[in-house]
């Protein structure tokens, strides 16, 4: 199957593991919905994947290449290291490899994890409320978000212990001055997350563009309720296979 790409990287299918290759298929596919969804940022910003198995190493995306042109077999396997565990002509990202290689290290079911860079998302983590109940986009993941404060760019190693402290048992977190993170157990799960949140940002800059003492926040009561309604999370195995079959229709080829 061609790669869509043009980049003609020969294809790892059959190759590697199936673990290792449904890891990459999925992981592939979160980087060309997040190109198509405009929350990417020209070829900074990472998603990463753990593959399974006892040796705790993951996927990275190949530096350089646009997120609408990844496919399955250009993601780079690394260790905990940063070490490149497969022959590319590629390499990996050092702020990547901080951010993606604490959550995946310390954090169990953080088998998908995503860092965006999108223009709402940063908005909001300069906000020094962070995010407001202000949508129901907001208040099905407000109580899932932790928050980080800006340190430099994240090429630190030392950095990893700090945001791990400040994740704790959240999902979800908001790198103030700098994106957002999300992690999931499964691609729809980590997608899903992030989707949400990055709705409830946007409606958060519109609704503040009347002014902060004109805005409405949701009654403490509905939150509550709203809260307890997902607690288990917002889940995506729903519409996961959906978004790969409009991946399939308008940017094919991240599978090969």
């Known amino acids: 199957m ?3 790409s043009g980049l003609n990287i ?22 060309r919905l997040v190109a198509m969804f405009g929350w990417d940022d020209l070829v900074d910003t990472h998603i990463s994947a753990r593959i399974p198995g006892p040796e705790h190493h993951f996927l990275l995306n190949p530096y350089g290449l646009f997120w609408d042109e990844i496919t399955a077999s250009s993601l780079v396997r ?5 070490n490149i565990l497969q022959e590319t002509p590629y390499f990996v990202n050092s702020a990547g490899f901080t951010i993606h290689s604490a959550v995946h290290m310390a954090v169990e079911n953080a088998n998908y994890v995503m860092h965006l860079h999108s223009e709402y998302g940063v908005a909001v983590s300069a906000q020094t409320e962070g995010l407001m109940p202000l949508s129901q986009f907001a208040l099905t993941v407000i109580n899932k978000i932790a928050y980080h404060d800006y340190e430099g760019i994240a090429l630190n190693l030392d950095e990893r212990e700090r945001l791990v402290a400040d994740l704790g048992d959240k999902p979800l ?6 994106g957002t993170l999300g992690l999931g157990s499964t691609a729809g799960d980590c997608f899903r997350a992030m989707y ?3 709705q409830a940002c946007k409606v958060q ?7 902060r003492d004109r805005v409405l926040i949701a009654p403490s009561t509905a939150q509550e309720v709203v809260h307890e309604q997902t607690r288990r999370g917002v889940g995506g195995a729903l519409p996961w296979p959906g978004l790969l079959r409009r ?7 991240y599978d090969a």
């Open 247 to 253: 991946l399939d229709r308008l940017s094919p080829g």
């Open 2 to 4: 061609a790669d869509g």
């Open 10 to 31: 020969a294809s790892l299918k059959g190759r590697v593991s199936e673990a290792e290759w449904k890891a990459r298929v999925e992981l592939a596919a979160l980087y």
């Open 173 to 178: 977190m908001i790198l103030r001055n700098h």
């Open 196 to 198: 949400t949140l990055e």
């Open 78 to 82: 690394i260790d905990g290291d940063g």
């Open 205 to 211: 800059i519109h609704a503040l563009a009347a002014g």
